[in-house]
């Protein structure tokens, strides 16, 4: 397959988030999207997480106006309702005598973790024998984190070679804190691209924010690793040994992919007691600029892409290439299972 990367596509049999936990009450419901499909997460009254499809079996209306009532869903038009398993489980008007219609909602097997809602849209049988990521061996008091969730408005596969290719950082050289980078190490496999670059510290306000967070004073150069990893479908980079960020994708469309982000930060000296300014600084004043910036480019290089189908393009990042055929080999692999 040509790879046109603003039309790329995404092998459904993974875990995906779709929310952050938080946002969703006992007794509540909110839409979400995973690639066109409209889906519906509620919480029940006894606390647990469940997503049906997001459409009654009735009229194809949207559930998430409706209500929850104890364990079932109730459709806002003429009171339908639905187990957590989609099944239909009563209509209000429907005489005793009669049997139901023989219909039920899609469901997708729901995991909480992370501070996340995880859902896996492909073929649930399969949902077993893949892993959710795991970060709890950072959920502890050595490290604190922060969230920066965002929305892109460009292909999930031109976010994910932004993230593993650091040679971008030309577009960020006001704020980040490098002022040279080296490609190291590159190891791919059919699931995984791992990446070992070498970045050189520089003395900006930038790099003063990024030490003192890290609990690191002087102001000299310093040479740190920085290794990324593409762990289909989500994305780790590690700074040394005390920044992991995790972004995880939820691929709304071909335009558009939600991006929930966490940055750990280990937790050591001084940093200890001032996480919390550090953080209200660091993030708006740092971290969100990036991620505009990020957003900005993703939405030209998405344009690009649209205006520019079929021009070659010339790429010199071994890193960026290995991404883009393994994002190519799972989309044909998925697509060739399908047909
Ligand atoms: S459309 Fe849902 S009950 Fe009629
Ligand atoms: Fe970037």
Redesign the pocket.
């Known amino acids: 397959m040509k790879a046109n990367l603003s039309q790329m596509g995404v092998d459904p049999n993974y875990w995906y988030p779709i929310l952050r936990e938080n946002e969703l009450a006992k007794g509540k419901s909110l839409p979400a999207v995973f690639w066109k499909k409209q889906i519906l997460i509620f919480r029940d009254q006894s606390g647990e997480v469940h997503a049906l499809e997001n459409s009654?079996?009735?009229?194809?209306?949207a559930l998430h106006t409706g209500e929850i009532r104890d364990c079932k869903v109730v459709?806002?038009?003429?009171?339908?309702e639905f187990e957590t398993d989609g099944k239909l489980a009563k209509i209000p008007y429907w005489t005793s005598d009669k049997k139901l219609p023989n219909v039920r909602l899609q469901s997708y097997p729901v995991r909480c973790r992370n501070g996340l809602v995880w859902i896996f849209p492909g073929d649930a049988e399969l949902a077993d024998t893949v892993p959710v990521p795991d970060t709890s061996s950072l959920e502890n008091k050595e490290w604190f984190s922060f969230c920066l969730d965002n929305d892109f408005y460009n292909n999930y596969s031109i976010g994910i070679i932004n993230g593993m290719d650091y040679y971008h950082f030309h577009l960020h050289r006001k704020f980040q804190p490098w002022s040279d980078i080296k490609l190291l190490n590159l190891q791919a496999s059919e699931n995984s691209v791992l990446g070992e670059y070498e970045i050189i510290s520089t003395q900006g306000r930038a790099a003063r924010l990024f030490k003192s967070i890290l609990g690191e004073g002087g102001n000299e150069k310093v040479v740190e690793s920085l290794r990324v990893h593409y762990l289909y479908p989500h994305h780790l980079a590690e700074v040394g040994e005390k920044i992991k960020v995790w972004v995880y994708f939820l691929p709304v469309n071909e335009k558009h992919v939600k991006a929930f982000i966490t940055m750990y930060i280990k937790s050591s000296g001084v940093n200890r007691f001032f996480r919390k300014p550090f953080q209200t600084l660091f993030s708006p004043l740092i971290l969100k600029k990036i991620q505009v910036q990020d957003a900005w480019i993703g939405l030209q290089e998405q344009e690009a892409w649209e205006l520019y189908p079929n021009e070659p393009r010339c790429e010199t990042n071994p890193i960026s290439i290995a991404v883009q055929k393994l994002l190519v080999q799972k989309w044909t692999n998925h697509l060739e299972k399908e047909s």
């Open positions: 009654c079996a009735h009229r194809k209306v459709c806002p038009y003429h009171g339908w």
